[in-house]
Protein backbone atom coordinates (compact mmCIF):
# COMPACT_ATOMS: atom_id res chain seq x y z
CA UNK A 1 0.00 0.00 0.00
CA UNK A 2 1.83 3.53 -1.39
CA UNK A 3 2.43 5.74 1.90
CA UNK A 4 3.09 9.29 1.13
CA UNK A 5 5.17 11.29 4.32
CA UNK A 6 5.88 15.12 4.20
CA UNK A 7 8.40 16.38 6.69
CA UNK A 8 8.34 18.83 8.23
CA UNK A 9 5.28 19.40 9.23
CA UNK A 10 5.50 23.17 9.92
CA UNK A 11 7.92 25.65 8.67
CA UNK A 12 8.25 29.44 9.39
CA UNK A 13 11.18 31.31 7.29
CA UNK A 14 12.08 34.67 7.07
CA UNK A 15 11.28 36.22 3.74
CA UNK A 16 14.13 35.99 1.10
CA UNK A 17 15.08 32.34 2.22
CA UNK A 18 15.81 29.84 -0.08
CA UNK A 19 13.82 26.50 1.67
CA UNK A 20 13.20 22.77 0.73
CA UNK A 21 10.09 21.05 1.77
CA UNK A 22 10.33 17.15 1.64
CA UNK A 23 8.43 14.14 0.01
CA UNK A 24 8.49 10.73 0.93
CA UNK A 25 6.74 7.70 -0.91
CA UNK A 26 7.22 3.61 -0.05
CA UNK A 27 6.84 2.27 -3.42
CA UNK A 28 8.25 3.61 -6.35
CA UNK A 29 6.24 2.19 -9.05
CA UNK A 30 4.15 6.06 -9.88
CA UNK A 31 3.19 7.60 -12.90
CA UNK A 32 3.83 10.75 -11.76
CA UNK A 33 3.97 12.62 -8.65
CA UNK A 34 2.44 16.01 -8.34
CA UNK A 35 2.95 19.30 -5.75
CA UNK A 36 -0.01 21.40 -4.92
CA UNK A 37 -0.55 24.41 -2.91
CA UNK A 38 -3.53 25.11 -0.80
CA UNK A 39 -4.50 28.18 0.56
CA UNK A 40 -6.72 28.54 3.89
CA UNK A 41 -10.21 27.50 3.03
CA UNK A 42 -9.74 27.28 -0.33
CA UNK A 43 -9.08 23.98 -2.68
CA UNK A 44 -5.70 22.61 -4.11
CA UNK A 45 -3.95 24.65 -6.76
CA UNK A 46 -1.51 22.63 -8.84
CA UNK A 47 2.16 23.54 -8.89
CA UNK A 48 4.21 21.34 -10.62
CA UNK A 49 3.57 17.71 -12.33
CA UNK A 50 7.01 15.23 -12.60
CA UNK A 51 6.32 12.16 -14.82
CA UNK A 52 7.52 9.03 -14.31
CA UNK A 53 10.54 9.38 -16.60
CA UNK A 54 11.38 13.16 -15.02
CA UNK A 55 14.21 14.03 -12.55
CA UNK A 56 13.06 17.54 -12.06
CA UNK A 57 10.35 20.34 -13.43
CA UNK A 58 10.62 24.27 -12.79
CA UNK A 59 8.40 26.83 -13.02
CA UNK A 60 9.59 30.37 -12.07
CA UNK A 61 11.07 30.04 -8.10
CA UNK A 62 9.68 26.51 -8.12
CA UNK A 63 11.75 23.79 -8.37
CA UNK A 64 10.26 20.06 -7.94
CA UNK A 65 13.07 16.89 -7.93
CA UNK A 66 12.27 13.33 -8.55
CA UNK A 67 14.30 10.29 -7.02
CA UNK A 68 11.93 6.86 -7.44
CA UNK A 69 14.56 4.92 -7.11
CA UNK A 70 14.90 5.95 -3.18
CA UNK A 71 11.34 7.35 -2.99
CA UNK A 72 11.60 10.57 -2.96
CA UNK A 73 10.80 14.32 -3.98
CA UNK A 74 11.76 17.70 -2.91
CA UNK A 75 10.32 21.42 -4.00
CA UNK A 76 12.65 23.84 -3.89
CA UNK A 77 11.38 27.62 -3.04
CA UNK A 78 13.93 29.88 -4.13
CA UNK A 79 13.69 33.85 -2.33
CA UNK A 80 10.74 33.24 -0.62
CA UNK A 81 7.80 35.59 0.05
CA UNK A 82 5.26 36.21 2.52
CA UNK A 83 3.02 34.99 -0.59
CA UNK A 84 3.95 31.66 -0.57
CA UNK A 85 2.69 31.28 2.93
CA UNK A 86 0.25 28.10 2.29
CA UNK A 87 0.14 24.41 2.72
CA UNK A 88 2.34 22.35 0.36
CA UNK A 89 0.81 19.00 -0.43
CA UNK A 90 2.49 16.31 -2.58
CA UNK A 91 0.61 13.40 -3.97
CA UNK A 92 1.84 10.20 -5.93
CA UNK A 93 -0.71 9.06 -8.63
CA UNK A 94 0.35 5.18 -9.13
CA UNK A 95 -1.52 4.42 -12.27
CA UNK A 96 -4.93 3.84 -11.02
CA UNK A 97 -5.97 7.39 -11.14
CA UNK A 98 -6.35 7.91 -7.28
CA UNK A 99 -3.86 10.43 -5.79
CA UNK A 100 -2.46 9.27 -2.46
CA UNK A 101 -1.31 12.24 -0.48
CA UNK A 102 0.96 13.42 2.05
CA UNK A 103 -0.27 15.44 5.35
CA UNK A 104 0.98 18.68 3.97
CA UNK A 105 4.03 20.81 5.23
CA UNK A 106 2.65 24.14 6.70
CA UNK A 107 5.18 27.22 5.41
CA UNK A 108 4.92 30.53 7.13
CA UNK A 109 7.60 33.71 5.22
CA UNK A 110 7.36 36.57 7.79
CA UNK A 111 8.29 39.47 6.42
CA UNK B 1 -17.00 27.32 -16.31
CA UNK B 2 -13.30 28.16 -15.87
CA UNK B 3 -12.29 25.64 -13.13
CA UNK B 4 -14.34 23.10 -11.38
CA UNK B 5 -17.04 24.40 -9.13
CA UNK B 6 -18.61 22.75 -6.00
CA UNK B 7 -21.72 23.44 -4.09
CA UNK B 8 -22.78 24.70 -1.38
CA UNK B 9 -19.26 25.83 -0.27
CA UNK B 10 -20.57 25.70 3.64
CA UNK B 11 -22.92 23.05 4.74
CA UNK B 12 -24.18 22.64 8.63
CA UNK B 13 -26.09 19.27 9.14
CA UNK B 14 -27.99 17.74 12.28
CA UNK B 15 -26.67 14.41 12.73
CA UNK B 16 -28.93 12.44 10.96
CA UNK B 17 -29.93 14.52 7.87
CA UNK B 18 -28.92 13.37 4.59
CA UNK B 19 -26.95 16.28 2.84
CA UNK B 20 -25.71 16.48 -0.92
CA UNK B 21 -22.47 17.54 -2.50
CA UNK B 22 -22.68 19.07 -6.36
CA UNK B 23 -19.58 19.33 -8.68
CA UNK B 24 -19.18 20.75 -11.80
CA UNK B 25 -16.37 19.68 -13.77
CA UNK B 26 -14.15 21.74 -16.21
CA UNK B 27 -16.21 21.28 -19.62
CA UNK B 28 -15.39 18.25 -21.45
CA UNK B 29 -13.37 17.09 -19.00
CA UNK B 30 -13.71 12.61 -18.92
CA UNK B 31 -12.11 11.71 -14.89
CA UNK B 32 -14.00 13.70 -11.88
CA UNK B 33 -12.56 12.46 -8.62
CA UNK B 34 -14.01 12.62 -5.02
CA UNK B 35 -11.48 13.60 -2.02
CA UNK B 36 -12.02 13.83 1.63
CA UNK B 37 -10.31 15.91 3.75
CA UNK B 38 -10.29 16.13 7.40
CA UNK B 39 -8.96 19.09 9.15
CA UNK B 40 -5.14 19.04 9.12
CA UNK B 41 -4.92 16.25 7.26
CA UNK B 42 -4.24 15.21 3.39
CA UNK B 43 -6.75 14.33 1.04
CA UNK B 44 -8.25 11.11 1.06
CA UNK B 45 -9.65 9.31 -2.15
CA UNK B 46 -13.32 8.35 -2.06
CA UNK B 47 -14.67 7.64 -5.77
CA UNK B 48 -13.61 7.93 -8.92
CA UNK B 49 -15.44 8.21 -12.71
CA UNK B 50 -14.65 7.89 -16.42
CA UNK B 51 -17.30 9.73 -17.79
CA UNK B 52 -20.57 8.43 -16.44
CA UNK B 53 -18.54 5.43 -15.28
CA UNK B 54 -17.91 4.52 -11.62
CA UNK B 55 -14.35 2.71 -12.05
CA UNK B 56 -13.58 2.93 -8.39
CA UNK B 57 -15.76 3.02 -5.52
CA UNK B 58 -13.02 1.77 -3.24
CA UNK B 59 -12.63 5.03 -0.77
CA UNK B 60 -15.97 5.57 0.20
CA UNK B 61 -15.81 4.81 3.73
CA UNK B 62 -19.47 3.24 4.57
CA UNK B 63 -22.39 2.52 2.27
CA UNK B 64 -23.92 5.62 3.79
CA UNK B 65 -21.84 7.18 1.05
CA UNK B 66 -23.18 7.26 -2.37
CA UNK B 67 -21.74 9.10 -5.87
CA UNK B 68 -23.27 9.54 -9.16
CA UNK B 69 -22.40 11.39 -12.30
CA UNK B 70 -25.29 10.02 -14.59
CA UNK B 71 -24.70 12.26 -18.07
CA UNK B 72 -20.94 12.05 -17.79
CA UNK B 73 -20.53 15.70 -16.37
CA UNK B 74 -22.19 17.20 -13.50
CA UNK B 75 -21.49 14.90 -10.26
CA UNK B 76 -23.44 14.76 -6.70
CA UNK B 77 -22.09 13.14 -3.36
CA UNK B 78 -24.43 12.18 -1.02
CA UNK B 79 -24.44 11.55 2.48
CA UNK B 80 -26.60 9.85 4.09
CA UNK B 81 -27.38 9.64 8.14
CA UNK B 82 -24.56 12.18 8.90
CA UNK B 83 -22.39 11.63 11.95
CA UNK B 84 -20.19 13.63 13.17
CA UNK B 85 -17.11 11.85 11.57
CA UNK B 86 -18.42 12.91 8.18
CA UNK B 87 -17.22 16.63 9.09
CA UNK B 88 -14.68 17.38 6.86
CA UNK B 89 -13.99 19.22 3.10
CA UNK B 90 -14.97 17.56 0.21
CA UNK B 91 -12.86 18.21 -2.84
CA UNK B 92 -13.95 17.39 -6.43
CA UNK B 93 -11.50 17.29 -8.89
CA UNK B 94 -11.49 16.18 -13.04
CA UNK B 95 -8.91 16.22 -15.70
CA UNK B 96 -9.34 16.36 -19.41
CA UNK B 97 -8.36 12.63 -20.20
CA UNK B 98 -8.82 8.84 -18.87
CA UNK B 99 -6.79 8.32 -15.77
CA UNK B 100 -3.40 6.90 -16.06
CA UNK B 101 -2.02 8.60 -18.51
CA UNK B 102 1.39 10.64 -17.30
CA UNK B 103 0.91 14.28 -18.17
CA UNK B 104 -2.90 14.27 -16.56
CA UNK B 105 -3.35 17.26 -14.39
CA UNK B 106 -5.58 17.17 -12.14
CA UNK B 107 -8.16 20.52 -11.16
CA UNK B 108 -9.37 20.68 -7.75
CA UNK B 109 -12.33 22.74 -6.25
CA UNK B 110 -12.62 24.90 -4.07
CA UNK B 111 -14.81 22.12 -1.99
CA UNK B 112 -17.72 22.02 0.10
CA UNK B 113 -16.90 22.73 4.00
CA UNK B 114 -19.86 20.22 5.65
CA UNK B 115 -20.26 20.16 9.60
CA UNK B 116 -22.50 17.90 11.57
CA UNK B 117 -23.89 19.08 14.41
Known amino acids: KQEVTQIPAALSVPEGENLVLNCSFT??????LQWFRQDPGKGLTSLLLIQSSQREQTSGRLNASLDKSSGRSTLYIAASQPGDSATYLC??????????FGQGTTLQVKP | GAGVSQSPRYKVAKRGQDVALRCDPISGHVSLFWYQQALGQGPEFLTY????????KSGLPSDRFFAERPEGSVSTLKIQRTQQEDSAVYLC???????????????FGEGSWLTVV
Open chain 1, 91 to 100: AVNSGTGKLI
Open chain 2, 93 to 107: ASSLRPTGGTSNTIY
Open chain 2, 49 to 56: FQNEAQLD
Open chain 1, 27 to 32: DSAIYN
